[in-house]
């Protein structure tokens, strides 16, 4: 998912993103996704949480850093 997140359940997408994290914590997309479902659900501090979380994690594969950059770019546009 890049950008916004898709119209669609936020609730239903919500509770599975903390499910998956709940399962795999140290998933980068996972918190990404997350936080742009509470940027849609203007619940900004928690999704600054998780983008913080997903900054910090250490991804091995080229897909995840790639998720982990744009976790990092949306948390500096996020505390502009």
Do not use: W
């Not at 916004?4 to 399962?23: T, Y």
């Not at 990404?32 to 479902?37: P, S």
């Amino acid at each position: 998912i890049y950008g916004k997140v898709p119209k669609g359940d936020l609730v239903l997408a919500e509770n599975c993103m903390r499910k998956a994290i709940q399962v795999e914590p140290d998933t980068v997309f996972f918190h990404l996704t997350l936080a742009q479902i509470l940027i849609e659900k203007d619940k900004k501090t928690e999704a600054l949480s998780h983008l913080e979380i997903a900054s910090k994690l250490n991804p091995s594969e080229t897909l995840e850093i790639q998720h982990q950059k744009d976790a990092v770019q949306l948390l500096k546009k996020l505390k502009k």
